[in-house]
C-alpha cells in the first residue's frame, strides 16, 4: 500500500463549480498535512497546510480526519487558473510524502 | 528572504555521461536540503536528503550520488547517466514542520 494514495483523476470541471479531492495516507504516526499546487512543468508550491480543526482560505477548505487517515481539499466557484495538479503531502516523522497529484482541468 | 536557486533548468545528455545539477540555499542557516525526482505523469521520489555538511541520506539504491560541500550548497550528481535518469529534479528546502518544503524551479534532465 502507498503512504499516500490520491485519485489521479483527471477531473474536469466547468468554470463556477465545486470539486472535491481526497486523500488517504497510511501511517497513523503522520505529524502534519498540506496541499501543494504543480503546474505544468513547474515545481510544486505550498498551496494550504491542513489543520485538525479544518481550515479554508478564501474558496478553498481543507479537512482532516485522524481516525479515517484522510485528508480533503474542497474548491469552489472554480476558476480557469486552478487548473493544475494538486498533490497531497504528510509529513511522516520529518520525512514529506506525496502523493502522486490529481489532475484538475477548469473549463470555460 | 529567504530563496533556493537551482540550475540548469533544462538539460539534454547522451546515456553514459556525467551530470552535475547545484543547489543553493540564501537567507537560512543550516536548513534541511532535499533531492527528488518525478518521472512524466508520476509523483515525486525522494532521492537524498541532507541535515547538515557531508551529511547525506539515500533513499532509493541508484546510480546518483549527493553531496554537501557546503552548508546552503547541495549537489546531485550520477557518473554514468542511464536512459531511466531522465525527469524532473527538484531541490527543496525544510522550511519548517508547519509549513513544508520550498522548491526549487527544477532542472528537466532528458538522457537521450
Known amino acids: 500500500r502507498k503512504e499516500v494514495e490520491q485519485d489521479p483523476g483527471p477531473f474536469n470541471v466547468p468554470e463556477g463549480a465545486t470539486v472535491a479531492f481526497n486523500c488517504t495516507y497510511s501511517?497513523?504516526?503522520?505529524?502534519?498535512f498540506f496541499w501543494y499546487r504543480q503546474d505544468c512543468r513547474k515545481e510544486p508550491k505550498l498551496l494550504m497546510s491542513?489543520?485538525?480543526s479544518g481550515n479554508e482560505d478564501g474558496r478553498f477548505t481543507a479537512q482532516l480526519n485522524r481516525a479515517s487517515q484522510y485528508i480533503s481539499l474542497l474548491i469552489r466557484d472554480s476558476k480557469l487558473s486552478d487548473s493544475a495538479t494538486y498533490l497531497c503531502?504528510?509529513?511522516?516523522?520529518?520525512?514529506?510524502?506525496f502523493g502522486a497529484g490529481t489532475r484538475l482541468t477548469v473549463k470555460p | 528572504s529567504q530563496t533556493i536557486h537551482q540550475w540548469p533548468a533544462t538539460l539534454v545528455q547522451p546515456v553514459g555521461s556525467p551530470l552535475s545539477l547545484e543547489c543553493t540555499v540564501e537567507?537560512?542557516?543550516?536548513?534541511?536540503l532535499y533531492w527528488y525526482r518525478q518521472a512524466a505523469g508520476r509523483g515525486l521520489q525522494l532521492l537524498f536528503y541532507?541535515?547538515?555538511?557531508?551529511?547525506i541520506s539515500s533513499e532509493v539504491p541508484q546510480n546518483l550520488s549527493a553531496s554537501r560541500p557546503q552548508d546552503r550548497q547541495f549537489i546531485l550528481s550520477s557518473k554514468k547517466l542511464l536512459l531511466s535518469d531522465s525527469g524532473f529534479y527538484l531541490c527543496?528546502?525544510?522550511?519548517?514542520?508547519?509549513?513544508?518544503?520550498?522548491f526549487g524551479s527544477g532542472t528537466r534532465l532528458t538522457v537521450v
Open positions: 527543496a528546502w525544510k522550511t519548517g514542520a508547519n509549513y513544508g518544503y520550498t
Open positions: 501511517n497513523s504516526a503522520s505529524q502534519s
Open positions: 491542513v489543520y485538525s
Open positions: 503531502v504528510v509529513n511522516i516523522l520529518n520525512d514529506m510524502r
Open positions: 537567507g537560512t542557516s543550516n536548513p534541511n
Open positions: 541532507s541535515v547538515g555538511i557531508g551529511q
